[in-house]
């Protein structure tokens, strides 16, 4: 799943509960939503590596919870 790059959210981007077959890139994205939760994975489960990095930015709380993640790179 690719949220990354030119990737912008104007609120919350809820992610709970997600089983993504590969991995989630957040890579460069821009997530807003002051005073909230900008990203929110919790329980999510991939296949893959979780990339929040190179560039990546929230202007809000980041909650990443995983059930099963292989690796996470921040």
């Known amino acids: ?7 912008e959210a104007k609120g919350t ?12 890139s957040c890579r460069g994205g821009k997530f807003y939503r002051p005073g909230g939760k900008a990203l929110d ?3 999510i489960e991939t296949g893959g590596d979780v ?3 190179e560039g ?4 809000g709380k ?3 919870n995983s059930k ?3 690796r996470k790179l921040f």
């Open 51 to 53: 990339y929040l990095d």
């Open 56 to 59: 990546f930015r929230a202007e």
């Open 13 to 24: 981007v809820r992610l709970s509960g997600a089983k993504i077959g590969g991995m989630l």
């Open 1 to 7: 799943m690719y949220l990354d790059g030119e990737f």
């Open 62 to 64: 980041v909650v990443l």
């Open 68 to 70: 099963r993640v292989s």
């Open 41 to 43: 994975a919790q329980n």
